[in-house]
């Protein structure tokens, strides 16, 4: 009986473990978040904001992102679209998304 | 993703509104990528205008005007996002009472959608106060 039953797919699991520690982030902080741009739009004024905020801000939009992208993903699977397009895009979004925030932290602590 | 042994037909989520709700949330995630995007773009252009600008200061004007779109724009996409963090949160905290492994009266659930809903603003309060001192 034990031959029949599936091994976990580790990848698969973690990937479906980031996405439900993301909806739970997303769902408690992104208003919030979000709320307190339209407030205060102060990335407009130099000097860049403090280090709590670019921390709590990097972590959102990688959460933001990786929970929207998945949420697509799986919707594109259950409506049977059945297209790699999206697979795509988010890696290229992905790609860029890893680039760009090195490039922001090596300029904030003046690597660059 | 697994392929399913009884593959359903493309548009089974029109049989009931119920499927059409389910599919209203999900693609309010299309909003939360679109404001994903933008702040991509945002930090983008900060980066990429510093350094164009220092080497290329007679930047062609409808290249530097593509640059700083998100810049036009801040309230629009933020609006937005918004507008989709909200219906996802709140779908959520919805989903969350009738996934309970409880057997758990619609009066009991109800409860605990609005406890819910109450530690979600008691900590978004808390959060948002600790990010106005972060960033004035």
Redesign the interface.
């Known amino acids: 009986m034990s031959g029949n039953i599936n091994k976990p797919d580790i990848i698969k699991s973690l990937k479906w473990g980031a996405f439900s520690v993301t909806a739970t982030f997303c769902a408690f902080v992104l208003p919030v978040f979000i709320f307190t741009l339209l407030s205060t739009p102060v990335v407009f004024n130099p000097p860049l904001p403090d280090w709590i905020f670019i921390i709590v801000f990097l972590g959102v939009l990688f959460c933001a992102f990786y929970h929207s992208i998945y949420r697509i993903y799986a919707s594109d699977h259950d409506l049977q679209l059945k297209s790699k397009f999206l697979f795509w895009i988010g890696s290229i979004i992905a790609g860029i998304s890893v680039i760009e925030i090195l490039h922001f932290i090596l300029l904030k602590i003046g690597v660059l | 993703?697994k392929k399913l042994a009884n593959?359903?037909a493309?548009d089974w989520?029109k049989e009931k509104p119920a499927y059409k709700i389910y599919?209203f949330r999900?693609?309010s995630?299309?909003l939360?990528?679109i404001?994903?995007?933008y702040?991509?773009w945002?930090?983008?252009a900060i980066?990429f205008s510093?350094i164009i600008l220092a080497y290329f200061p007679d930047i062609d004007p409808v290249f530097k005007y593509i640059l700083f779109i998100p810049?036009k724009y801040?309230?629009l996409f933020?609006?937005i996002?918004?507008i989709g963090?909200?219906i996802?949160?709140i779908t959520?905290?919805g989903v969350m009472p009738e996934i309970l492994p409880f057997n758990l009266s619609k009066k009991q659930r109800h409860l605990i959608f609005s406890l819910l809903i109450l530690v979600?603003l008691g900590?978004?309060?808390l959060?948002?106060i600790?990010?106005?001192n972060?960033?004035?």
Do not use: K
């Open positions: 993703m593959t359903p493309p989520w599919y999900e693609y995630g299309i939360i990528a404001w994903g995007l702040w991509l945002f930090i983008g980066i510093r810049l801040y309230f933020n609006c996002g918004f963090a909200i996802h949160t959520w905290l979600w900590l978004s309060t959060l948002f600790l990010l106005m972060s960033l004035l």
